[in-house]
């Protein structure tokens, strides 16, 4: 019976979703698609307490473009467009490139970071700090 019980909690505690999680999916950035998108992975982590330590939310988007400077430019005003502001504005003088942007939504901060190695991809992380 003690397994058992012991079990669920293991369980309830591995759920793939919680509050923080669903406003990361609400968010408009969550489904943006730049011109150019071939393809692009999801990770999500619900996040939670480890150990003692909380450990935030986040969904994770790799995505992969024919033509990645011009699709940075768009996820840039797009976030803005979005009521994200940028902390650190994106230089693409620079690789990698990075910009950070922070809001907040029904009194939870958010924070989104899009960076671009040089290559065909471009990572977008949306996160509950």
């Known amino acids: 019976m003690v397994a058992a019980t012991l079990l669920v909690g293991l369980l309830a505690g591995c759920s ?13 950035m969550a489904t943006a698609t730049p011109a150019g998108l071939t393809s692009q992975s999801v990770s999500e982590d619900a996040g939670g307490v480890t150990f003692g330590i909380r450990q935030p939310c986040s969904l994770l988007r790799t995505l992969h473009l024919t033509d990645p400077v011009s699709a940075l430019v768009e996820l840039d005003q797009g976030a803005q467009d979005a009521g994200w502001a940028a902390r650190a504005p994106l230089d693409l003088t620079v690789t990698p490139a990075a910009a950070f942007y922070k809001r907040t939504v029904d009194g939870r901060p958010l924070e989104l970071t ?7 991809e471009v990572v977008q992380d949306l996160s509950t700090p």
């Not at 793939?16 to 408009?28: F, N």
């Open 16 to 28: 793939s979703s919680s509050p923080g999680l669903e406003v990361l999916r609400a968010d408009p």
């Open 114 to 120: 899009l960076t671009w190695d040089g290559t065909d």
